[in-house]
Nanobody
Framework: VQLQASGGGLVQAGDSLTLSCEVSGRTISNYDMAWFRQAPGKEREFVVVNRRRGSVTYYADSVKGRFTISRDNAKNTVYLRMNSLKPEDTALYYC???????????????????WGQGTLVTVSS
């Protein structure tokens, strides 16, 4: 499974941005799909996961109400729509996939087998 993240950029606080994660090698309908982020000097942080069964979605409290994950199974692509961006959202954003997650582990980056290369989002104040 290969993941290719794109869509990052430099925006101002309050702006919106949509990240894409194009998946090849396997169909995303068989995978839980997630976004993580890592700010300079900090550990990788959970942002959101969309479970493959039941369309259950979990968001980090810091992005709830501002970020939305979605899937386009026909394009085998996952999106992260980010609204009302804040300077503290500045980070490298990674998409991740796994097919064997249990609910208690969805927020842990160590549990994901497949990762994209990261796309940089910079939010200026």
């Amino acid at each position: 499974v290969q993941l290719q993240a794109s869509g990052g950029g430099l925006v101002q606080a309050g702006d919106s941005l949509t990240l894409s994660c194009e998946v090849s090698g396997r169909t995303i309908s068989n995978y839980d799909m997630a976004w993580f982020r890592q700010a300079p000097g900090k550990e990788r942080e959970f942002v959101v996961v969309n479970r493959r069964r039941g369309s259950v979605t979990y968001y980090a409290d810091s992005v709830k109400g501002r970020f939305t994950i979605s899937r386009d199974n026909a394009k085998n692509t996952v999106y992260l729509r980010m609204n009302s961006l804040k300077p503290e959202d500045t980070a490298l954003y990674y998409c991740a996939a796994d097919s064997t997650l249990i609910t208690s582990s969805v927020r842990s980056p160590d549990q994901y087998d497949y990762w994209g290369q990261g796309t940089l989002v910079t939010v200026s104040s």
